[in-house]
Each structure stands twice: as C-alpha cells, then as structure tokens.
C-alpha cells in the first residue's frame, strides 16, 4: 500500500525567534551584499541582535560562472564594503578547495575489479591474467 505524500514531508515551520529581513546592496560590477537585519515577528527592528552582512559573487570558471556566498563580519554597511574583497578571496580559496576535494573523490571512485571478478564480464578463465578494465561503480 503506497503511503501518502504528506507523511513523507518534514515539517517546514518557521522560527519566530530567527527572523531577518534583507536589504540587497551592489555596485553592478563586482557582486553584492545582502544586510540581514533582525526583526520581530510582527516586523518591527529586534536591537537585541546584530545584523548579519553576506557578500555573493560570481567565479567565472572554463564550465560557466561558479556562484560564490560568504559571511563578511562588520558592524554596518560601509565596513562590509570595504571588508567586501578579502571576503571574497576566502570565500574563492574555500571554493577552490572544495572544488579539489570533489575531483579526488569522484577520481577515487574508480574501480579496477581484480583479475576473477572480469571472469564473468570477459569470458576469461578465472585467475588468469589479464583484465585490469576500469570499471564504474
């Protein structure tokens, strides 16, 4: 008996606690920031917590451009701004780090069967030598 599609959902409930309103900034050229200023539930300014600043750029890359966000730790706009490029360079070394990672993995993922296991895909005899085909999990 096929369950229904309501029980397989997690419950999305907001917090009332957590709630930002953003304030998208930018120059055009280079990426923006996005102010998240705390508020209320009923939308009114919350001084009890700080803003949070977050720049996004684009890293063009030889297969398109690489979105790129980045926590810029200020205490208001313009120190974002200026805080804005070194932001940017560890969010970029982050990226490129994990971009590594991920080519390690998928390299690592490569599966060259012993000699036996090709027996049945290759009609050889098993323990013989030969095989050494790579083989995709």
Known sequence: ?????????????????????EEIFTDRKVGTIRCMVPVKPDGSADAARKALYVGEAQLLTPVGALPLAFEIQADNLSEAVEKFQAA??????????????????????????????????????????????????
């Open 88 to 137: 940017a360079k560890v969010g970029v070394e982050r990226a490129v780090k994990e971009l590594q990672q991920m080519r390690r993995e998928a390299a690592s993922s490569l599966i060259i069967p012993d000699t036996g296991t090709t027996a049945g895909i290759t009609g050889a005899v098993p323990g013989a030598p030969g095989g050494g085909k790579i083989k995709l999990p």
């Open 1 to 21: 008996m096929a369950t229904q599609p309501e029980q397989k959902l997690p419950e999305l409930k907001m917090d009332p606690a957590s709630l930002y309103r």
